[in-house]
Structure formats: C-alpha cells, structure tokens
C-alpha cells in the first residue's frame, strides 16, 4: 500500500529522514509530500511518530484528468464500499496546482458526487443518511494528475493534544520539532528556549529526549476504520511506543518575560507528559555555566507583535547574550528579512519555512566568535 507524508515546504528532507529512521520504506520525496509504502501498522506507526509531518494519507487512486467528466470516472471507479460504510458521512478536501482542472470547489462537488453514485450502487439505496462517523477524503492534482486518499489523521499531526491553551504568535508544534531535528538535537545537551512563548520547543525538545511518540495522547480518524483493523491496530502500536519511552528529566530550560505564558507552560508539559524547567525571566538575565548546548527561539518579528524598533532592540541583545555563553549552538526562526544585518553576524546556515502562513527563515549559528 501506498501512503503520503504531508509537510510544509522546505522539511520534505526532515520527513523522508524520520520515515526511513522508523525503518519505513519511502518511495519518493515531492514538494511538500513524501510518498513511503507499507501496510496498516505502518500508517498507524507513521500516525505516532512523525514529528515533523502535517497528515499522512492513504491513497486509494491516482489518474489523469484533464476534464471534469474523467475526474468524475476516475474517482467513482474506486471500490469506495471497501473504506466507507453506507452511513459514513463524507467530507471532500481539494486542492489543484499547475493542472487543467483549477477549480478547487468545482472539483471537490463532483468528487463527492462521484463517491456518493458509487455506494448508492454498491449499497442499493437511493439515499445516503451521512449520520455516522466522517470520513475526509482528499483529491489533489498536480500536473493533470489526480490523486484520491483517505486523511488518516482527523485533526493535523500539529495536535499533539498537550497546547489547549494559547498565546500570542505560537509555533506550530511540527515546525518547533523541525528547527530541533534539524538542529541535530538528541536530548544529549542542555537546551534553552529564552522567549519560550506557549511552551512547544522545550516540550517536543523533552519529547525527543524521551524518545516519545508526539501522537500518544491524541485520536487519530483511522482509528475508526473496521477494514484495517480500527482501535486494535492503534492500541498495538501505542503500546509499543509505550515500550520504547526512555523515562529521565532531560536538561532543558524555557523562560519568558511573560509569567502568565509560564504558568500555561506548566500546564501544557503536565499534559504532554514531560518533565522541563520554567523559569520567569527576561533575556538580559539568561546565564548558564554550561557549555555545548543548543539555543532555539521564536522571537517576535516586528510584523505581528512588536514595533520594529523594539524587535531590533531585541536582536542586538539577543546576540549580546548567546555570545555570552561558552560555545552554544544557536538556531532562530523569524520572518525579519533584516535578522543577520541587526543581529550582526551571518548565519552558518539558512533554511527558508513557513510558520502560520508566513515566509520564514532559520538561522543557524554553529560557533561563535571570539
């Protein structure tokens, strides 16, 4: 079987290396997907495991269509009695780039229809009730190529369940996971988030030192598909990510100014099940005696949250301190086209993403200057 690993542009490498860690085959890696094969438990393991990943879908078909009668064949052709049930009620998402078909809307009403025709025949009705549980099904073309999958997850791979609060400007938590995997961060030094904000750094930093599985505490939509083995197939691998949890209290540390954000920290990390140090504090008194360790932050970008002069301010203190520490990684997210010039150094490495709809940059800082 075939399946489909979401991702935001640019983490598509991040995706493949996860999959093939988790002795996953992957077939190919695309623009923002990447395409890996196996069977029922290996979509329930890929539910539970990637950290970076936005959904994973099951496909079901793949052809060309150039007109909306051949998208209509091609997607009744499918045996759709094999995945819904007669009352399942169908939810079509869309998407169209680069292909003769660009109407979204257009394309998800005669999907639908195409599904609905199919199980009224299968099922020997002339209604579909649409009562029971949902089902969302994705169509996307690329190129005039059309292909129809099953969305695994039900809510995206960013709900790991643990933020129920919120404050202002958070990073995704599938984003936050990304910058510390690509910060080649293991849980084998001390980590510090200063503008922790809601907490996610710190928590899927602990996450990965624990080696625990993002998706433990959450539902996933396959969970309730009797056809590959629904609720018995998900106990199964939880079970065995329970297994594989490496209990300890890693060395990590967020701190912000903002107690109230603290205090929703603390709350988030009982949740998600991990053990990390908060600390109420403004960045001029970040110290550490440590040496070797990683910063991550999200700090405000001017745009969203402060004035353009206060974010400037901010970046010459932020290079002031991490200079400060002895020998520290540094990596920072903004959408501040003018980091490096303020901030006064150029990055070691760059990497273009996107957080909450907004083009972003990574800056990664391997060793400072003396």
Known sequence: ??????????????????????????????????????DYQTMAKACLWLRTAERVLMEVASFEARSFEELFQGVKAVSWRDYLKKDSFIHVNGKSAKSTLFSVSDCQRIAKKAIVENLMAAYRTERLPETGGEVIIEIGILRDVVTVALDCCG???????????????????????????????????????????????????????????????????????????????????????????????PDILGSDIDARSIDLCKKHAKKAGVMVNWKVA???????????????????????????????????????????????????????????????????????????GMVCTMYQYFKRND
């Not at 002795?23 to 890996?36: K, N, Q, S, W």
């Not at 400007?169 to 904000?197: F, K, Q, V």
């Not at 930093?205 to 018995?232: D, H, Q, T």
């Not at 400037?312 to 990596?331: C, G, I, P, T």
């Open 1 to 38: 079987m075939k399946f489909i690993a979401t991702c935001k542009i640019g983490l598509e490498s991040v995706v493949s290396l996860e999959l093939r860690r988790l002795g996953i085959e992957v077939e190919r890696v695309e623009d923002a997907r990447v395409l890996f094969l196996g």
């Open 155 to 249: 809510a995206g791979l960013s709900r790991r369940g643990y933020r129920t609060y919120n404050v202002a400007a958070p990073i995704a938590e599938t984003l936050g996971a990304a910058m510390l995997l690509l910060s080649h961060y293991r849980g084998d030094r001390p980590l510090i988030d200063p503008m922790c904000g809601s907490g996610t750094m710190p928590i899927e930093a602990a996450m990965i030192a624990n080696n625990m599985a993002p998706g433990l505490n959450r539902p996933f939509a396959a969970e309730e598909w009797e056809f590959a083995g629904g609720k018995s197939l998900f106990d199964r691998a939880r079970q065995e990510a329970r297994e594989s949890r490496i209990d300890g209290r």
């Open 282 to 356: 403004p960045l001029k008194e970040l110290s550490t005696d440590k040496s070797g360790g990683l910063i991550v932050c999200n700090p405000p970008y001017g745009e969203r949250m402060m004035e353009k002069r206060e974010a400037e301010a901010l970046y010459r203190e932020m290079r002031h301190k991490f200079d400060e520490l002895d020998n520290w990684q540094v990596s920072v997210i903004t959408a501040y086209r003018d980091f490096e010039r303020i901030y006064g150094k150029r990055a070691d490495k760059r990497r273009k993403l996107s957080n909450g």
